[in-house]
């Protein structure tokens, strides 16, 4: 005879988890892998269906951020999902796909971040990806190897993405310093810095390093993710100096084709159009109120 507990607590696992174990359990068996679901759901262990020895061929695959995004997706992407983190995750641990580890594994994927700077409309989907905007048209993203971070693989991490960006700042410091070269663009004098790695603009946090920053900062322009081209912002020529940077900028059709001002650690945009009027070229430029308040002093 079999007697009821009393007391016995009903599961309260949200439906949501269950619905995306499911699935979870579904793909890992197109895979041709059992699965084993951590108690407290964070991982589950995926099985070969006959290993040769006890936790032959295992994998771990950690769920703390893929609940998390599911949970800020329609349950329509969840299928994508999905089987996009399982298959790195097996890729990671077998070959099978391009991923060089599983990113999930904060310990392993550390000393592996990085950054890349991204043109905002050059992005196809800002949600998929971990950042920042260093202004309206350039993002920051973190990278791990040669690829972006997904929030899935950033909400595995037992620290906030702001602190991971850090650490990539950090290793991107210290892992590589850039080439400095003095050139001209139409007669006006700039500064070339360039990098094996796409994370040149990073390196505007410790321009100071490679070369005098005066007090009211820098124009910059980003031809390429490997490249910086920045001029001092100490005198009227300044002016001058906008229109060559910014010619320039168009013409390479690269990362951006906008000239910035960094100033007390901001990169801020100053607008910058090139028109064509009675058959003339022209550079109608909107600067930003501090700079403008910047030139004011300049030209007094």
């Known amino acids: 005879m079999k007697f009821l507990r009393r007391g016995r607590k009903p599961s309260r696992r949200a439906v949501e988890d269950v619905d995306l174990d499911s699935l979870l359990a579904l793909v890992a068996d197109s895979l041709g892998f059992t699965c084993v679901f951590a108690a ?12 040769r020895r006890p936790r032959d061929g ?25 089987s996009q983190h399982l298959a790195r995750v097996v890729g990671a641990a077998g070959g099978v796909v391009d991923a060089p580890l599983d990113a999930c594994d904060y310990d392993r994927a550390g000393p592996l971040l990085g950054t890349r700077v991204e043109a905002v409309d050059e992005v196809p989907d800002l949600t998929r990806v971990v950042g920042r905007h260093l202004n309206g048209d350039l993002v920051e993203l973190l990278t791990v190897g040669a690829r972006p971070v997904l929030p899935e693989e950033a909400g595995c991490w037992p620290v906030p993405p702001g ?6 700042v950090g290793n991107v ?6 080439s400095v070269e003095a050139i001209e663009l139409s007669g006006t004098a700039v500064t070339r810095l360039t990098g094996r790695a796409p994370s040149a603009a990073t390196h505007l946090r410790w321009l100071g390093a490679y070369l005098p920053v005066p007090a009211h900062g820098v124009l910059a322009v980003l031809p390429d993710p490997y490249t910086l081209l920045v001029h ?31 100033h007390q650690g ?7 159009d090139i028109e064509l009027r009675d058959g003339q070229t022209r550079l109608v430029v909107a600067p930003p109120p501090d700079f403008a308040r910047v030139l004011a002093r300049l030209a007094a």
């Open 40 to 51: 407290d759901g964070a991982s589950l262990t995926l099985r070969p269906p006959a290993p």
């Open 173 to 178: 410091r210290r892992g590589e310093r850039l």
């Open 163 to 168: 602190e991971a960006l850090e650490r990539a």
């Open 232 to 262: 001092p912002v100490n005198g009227i020529g300044v002016v001058r100096a906008i229109e060559r940077l910014r010619v320039h900028a168009a013409r390479t059709g690269g990362l951006s084709p906008q000239v910035y001002w960094w």
């Open 266 to 272: 901001r990169l801020t945009l100053i607008r910058a």
């Open 58 to 82: 295992e994998i771990l695959v950690r769920l703390t951020g893929l609940r998390r995004e599911a949970g800020r997706r329609p349950r329509e992407d969840w299928p994508t999902l999905v």
